[in-house]
């Protein structure tokens, strides 16, 4: 079935970096647009990031623009989200998303001094 494994959250000083990593298993991996979305305490999750599929395009919320990068490696049936210059808004549970509906555990990620 379709398992979706994220990691690299963690606690970081705001202007730190950090990349997420999304091990993705039980389709083929190079054949799906996939994303990340956060979600904040007390907020809805909402759509950080894209990747289409054969292209590569990519899309960003503009809250991330010039930040994050999204990538993926169809090799490694991984994803991944490098996030620099991060703030204190940044703050939240990152997932992994391959449609239609599937979604990972997600992993935490805290920006704080």
Same mark, same amino acid.
Do not use: H
């Given at each position: %079935?379709? %398992? @979706? *494994?994220?990691?690299? &959250? &963690?606690?970081? /000083?705001?202007?730190?970096?950090?990349?997420?990593?999304?091990? +993705?298993?039980?389709?083929?991996?190079?054949?799906?647009?996939?994303?990340?979305? !956060? /979600? #904040?305490?007390?907020?809805? !999750?909402?759509?950080? #990031?894209?990747?289409?599929?054969?292209?590569?395009?990519? =899309?960003? +919320?503009?809250?991330?623009? &010039?930040?994050?990068?999204?990538?993926?490696? =169809?090799?490694? =049936?991984?994803?991944?989200?490098?996030?620099?210059? @991060?703030?204190?808004?940044?703050? #939240? *549970?990152?997932?992994?998303?391959?449609?239609?509906?599937?979604?990972?555990?997600?992993? %935490?990620?805290?920006?704080?001094?």
């Amino acid at each position: %079935q379709v %398992q @979706l *494994v994220e990691s690299g &959250g &963690g606690l970081v /000083q705001p202007g730190g970096s950090l990349r997420l990593s999304c091990v +993705a298993s039980g389709f083929t991996f190079s054949s799906y647009a996939m994303s990340w979305y !956060r /979600q #904040a305490p007390g907020k809805e !999750r909402e759509l950080v #990031a894209v990747i289409r599929s054969v292209s590569g395009r990519t =899309n960003y +919320a503009d809250s991330v623009k &010039g930040r994050f990068t999204i990538s993926r490696d =169809n090799t490694k =049936n991984t994803l991944y989200l490098q996030m620099n210059s @991060l703030k204190p808004e940044d703050t #939240a *549970v990152y997932y992994c998303y391959r449609p239609i509906d599937y979604w990972g555990q997600g992993t %935490q990620v805290t920006v704080s001094s």
